[in-house]
């Protein structure tokens, strides 16, 4: 191992990378923080793959739906999940006298000409088998068309027939005018106040319970009322009927306080939380290391005044300087990273310069300059390979810190809003109430992920940190 | 005890200096950035559409916005150390009467975590380098990797879950019950039990750390010759550790906790935030999404100056336990 690191002077920084690489895989725990890595790593490329849906994609189910592998146990097992009813062209079962529909693709067209009044019905059945839901939603696309004298008119209704009984969920009113609602389909959800009242229900009531109290054959029904006058016509398409039951149990991790799917949402936070490691270890190793070697290798006032700020910036409370910033300059991924970036450099740059100083005053740094060596090409050919080994164990060592001050401030709703990251989850977790619920399978998966990626890096860079710098090992206990 | 007084200034300097970097730091960041470079206007809580630019300018002068940064700069660490805070936006309280109100909690919860953790950690340390190489001690390391990689807010946050929620053990939030109970005794019972679980959560989180940097200390303390020769003198286990060791120790520990005094500070406003704790940290995380640049200012003031102080302390317990830092 002390061959693959004394070639790394040589020849460059990525036989350096790769031999230390190799050299990871002979500590086992080494092999382990990689493997968990690479597992990592793995979720985080294939993120669109693995996961069912964006992470900004809601209302999939609804809101705090318990994971769907809930209903093997017999306490669960009833519990709905969604049920999704598409009604749309040869679909319908359609009804009414004296009515030639014709059916285009997905649209039925119904049309009634000069002085005629129809009623026309189209149904669709569907078997609820599921203990009573929260709530339902769905939209309808129609279109009226009134043409010839006026006073022609349409309307049309929605109904859904429960065993108890038959609700009125949307009606249009008369409409004498040309109506078009394709690109924008009528919408109705039982957690529309006015619907409730309309239903006669109250306020507080959750229509999907008490519209689908019992298991059994259910019934959406459409009725489309044709009134053309004298040398009128009107006439009416029904395209698409949508019509979901919100499910109470969905995904591998239900779903969060919006109906978004909690695993989805997990397996998206894996790129943020790597990006985040990575980005701000590699900025603030690269600051740590310019600091260092100027103030090692120039020394004095310049080392002084560089100390006496890597010192005073030590000092500074990092979170609180961090909310009271974040706050006020706005929130950004990048600029979350540069931020932490930014504070996270000391330790390193203390390390660095320590180190160059030592290098400095060596034989054949001595040489280089007698043969009249520039400070640059001493610099980059005699130091920067020198400090190779403790360069790469404090990038990886430092990506943890990172992780876990990004997973605090995301925490604290200072991370980015529009990036899924596993602090914002529990952000959402803990103020939308799911420990009231006691709902674990929201709260442990991600800070388990947390943990066993800044394990992983932890891992890695000891196993690292033994190969490589076994004179610095006492820095690795602090 | 010359050298002490030196020494003693000397650091008093170098820790006023931070304190002044940082001051320089916050103005920067929340005033002059915001303001001068992103255009977010402090005053704007107070702006309405409706306002002429006379108006505009007035209410801006009234925040002292259009003078010179300098002279903006020397009123703005003037103000601060006078005590004067200003008022929040939000309540319009004078900022330092409802920091009176929470400072006491926070240095409570933090003050204790500290003094708990450095205790349980030493003593965790020595039970480990007594043990040295023993099942305890790898499974003891093992699990303080696994602490170290977690973040203290999920720590916080399962304690929560489980001994608040679940078992119901603890409240859930606050620092004392509403309404508390008059006796004092039981208020201080009841103090007790709400803090509980952020104590649980900053001892559990510090004490990993501590415990494997001690248990080193205390190795390599214990090879040393002296140790050999007083064993060869005849003093007993006892001694050797009270009077040799711990005492070679406690210098190196004591500086660590002094480095890791804004850690602690930073944590707290994580733990108060889970734990809805009636404290600083908190304060300064609800002011911040509430856009209340006074209390956002004057918070972070007194955490730095509570951090400074501290490190002060540590300097002047450093001095009396380890007499040569005089002489450097």
Same mark, same amino acid.
């Given at each position: 191992m002390k061959a693959s690191f004394a070639s790394a002077k040589g020849s460059g920084a990525f036989a350096g990378a790769l031999g230390a690489f190799r050299t990871i895989l002979r500590y086992r725990k080494g092999v382990f923080g990689l493997t968990v890595l690479v597992f990592f790593v793995l979720v985080a490329v294939f993120a669109d793959v693995i996961a069912p849906h964006k992470p900004d994609e809601i209302n999939l189910a609804e809101g705090y739906a318990v994971p769907a592998w809930f209903k093997m146990f017999p306490h669960y097992r009833d519990l709905p999940e969604n049920v999704d009813i598409v009604a749309e062209g040869k679909g319908w079962s359609i009804r009414g006298e004296?009515?030639?529909?014709?059916?285009?693709?997905?649209?039925?067209?119904?049309?009634?000409?000069?002085?005629?009044?129809?009623?026309?019905?189209?149904?669709?059945?569907f078997d609820y088998p599921y203990s009573p839901p929260k709530g339902f939603y769905g939209a309808l696309a129609y279109?009226?068309?009134?043409?010839?004298?006026?006073?022609s008119s349409a309307r049309i209704r929605l109904y859904l027939d429960t065993p108890s009984g038959s609700y009125l969920l949307y009606d249009s009113g008369s409409i004498a005018v040309n109506v078009s609602r394709f690109s924008t389909p009528v919408t109705f959800d039982a957690?529309?106040?006015?619907?409730?009242?309309?239903?006669?229900?109250s306020l507080y009531d959750d229509l999907g319970e008490k519209l689908f109290t019992e298991k059994g054959?259910?019934?959406?029904?459409?009725?489309?009322?044709l009134n053309a006058v004298e040398s009128g016509r009107v006439s009416v398409a029904v395209g698409r009927l949508y019509f979901r039951v919100r499910g109470l149990a969905y995904g591998l991790l239900g779903t969060d306080n919006l109906g978004a799917d909690i695993f989805s949402n997990l397996i998206y936070g894996t790129r943020v939380s790597l990006l985040v490691g990575v980005l701000a270890s590699v900025v603030s190793i690269s600051l740590g290391l310019i600091v260092g070697i100027v103030a090692g290798y120039k020394g004095g006032i310049v080392d002084q005044t560089l100390m006496f700020f890597t010192d005073t910036l030590m000092f500074i409370p990092l979170i609180p300087l961090l909310v009271a910033v974040s706050v006020f300059i706005g929130k950004s991924l990048y600029l979350t990273i540069l931020l932490i970036a930014l504070f996270s450099w000391m330790g390193f740059a203390r390390n660095c310069r320590a180190y160059v100083m030592s290098l400095r005053d060596r034989l054949f740094v001595e040489a280089a300059r007698a043969l009249g060596a520039s400070d640059t090409y001493i610099i980059f050919k005699h130091i920067l390979p020198q400090l190779s080994p403790i360069v790469y164990v404090t990038l990886v060592l430092n990506v943890p810190g990172a992780i876990l001050l990004e997973a605090s401030l995301s925490f604290l709703n200072l991370g980015d809003p529009s990036v899924p990251s596993w602090g914002r989850m529990l952000y959402n977790a803990r103020y939308s109430g799911a420990f009231s619920r006691l709902m674990w399978w929201w709260i442990l998966p991600p800070g388990v992920m947390i943990t066993l990626l800044a394990m992983s890096f932890v891992l890695i860079g000891q196993a690292l940190d033994e190969i490589l710098n076994p004179k610095l090992r006492a820095r690795r206990l602090s | 005890m010359d050298g002490l007084a030196k020494y003693l200034l000397r650091r008093a300097a170098d820790r006023a200096a931070v304190l002044f970097v940082a001051l320089v730091l916050q103005f920067a960041f929340l005033r002059v950035l915001p303001y001068y470079v992103l255009g977010i206007d402090p005053s704007f809580f107070f702006m309405n559409p409706n306002l002429t630019n006379e108006q505009r300018e007035l209410i801006r002068k009234a925040f002292g916005l259009d003078e010179p940064l300098h002279v903006q700069f020397v009123k703005y660490v003037l103000a601060l150390f006078t005590g004067n805070l200003?008022?929040?936006?939000?309540?319009?309280? $004078?900022?330092?009467?409802?920091?009176?109100? +929470?400072?006491?909690?926070?240095?409570?919860?933090l003050g204790t975590s500290t003094v708990l953790t450095l205790i349980i950690g030493l003593t965790l340390g020595l039970l480990l380098a007594m043990k040295r190489g023993t099942k305890f001690d790898t499974t003891f390391i093992g699990v303080s990797v696994l602490i170290n990689s977690f973040p203290t807010f999920y720590l916080g946050l399962l304690l929560l879950l489980v001994f608040g929620f679940y078992l119901g053990w603890f409240p859930l939030a606050g620092s004392?019950?509403?309404?508390?109970?008059?006796? $004092?005794v039981l208020y201080i019972a009841d103090y007790l039990w709400h803090m509980t679980l952020p104590l649980l959560t900053l001892v559990t989180a510090g004490v990993g750390g501590y415990a494997l940097l001690s248990r080193n200390l205390f190795i390599t303390?214990?090879?040393?010759?002296?140790?050999?020769?007083? +064993?060869?003198?005849?003093?007993?286990? +006892?001694?050797?550790?009270v009077k040799h060791v711990l005492r070679n120790v406690l210098p190196p520990v004591i500086t660590i906790v002094a480095l890791a005094l804004p850690g602690i500070v930073s944590g707290a406003v994580i733990t108060e935030t889970v734990f809805s704790w009636y404290g600083v940290g908190r304060w300064l995380f609800e002011a911040s999404t509430q856009f209340d640049y006074p209390v956002v200012q004057g918070v972070l003031f007194i955490e730095i100056l509570l951090t400074v102080v501290s490190l002060y302390i540590a300097d002047i317990v450093i001095a009396i336990v380890d007499p040569r830092v005089r002489l450097r």
């Open positions: 004296g009515l030639n529909p014709i059916v285009l693709g997905n649209t039925v067209v119904l049309t009634a000409n000069g002085s005629k009044r129809l009623t026309v019905l189209l149904e669709r059945s279109n009226v068309t009134v043409s010839g004298a006026s006073g957690r529309d106040a006015s619907l409730k009242l309309a239903l006669g229900f054959a259910y019934k959406l029904r459409v009725i489309v009322y | 200003g008022y929040s936006f939000y309540t319009r309280r $004078p900022v330092i009467a409802e920091l009176m109100e +929470r400072l006491p909690n926070t240095v409570v919860l004392v019950s509403r309404p508390p109970p008059s006796d $004092p303390q214990m090879g040393e010759d002296y140790i050999i020769t007083a +064993r060869a003198k005849g003093l007993d286990e +006892r001694t050797i550790m």
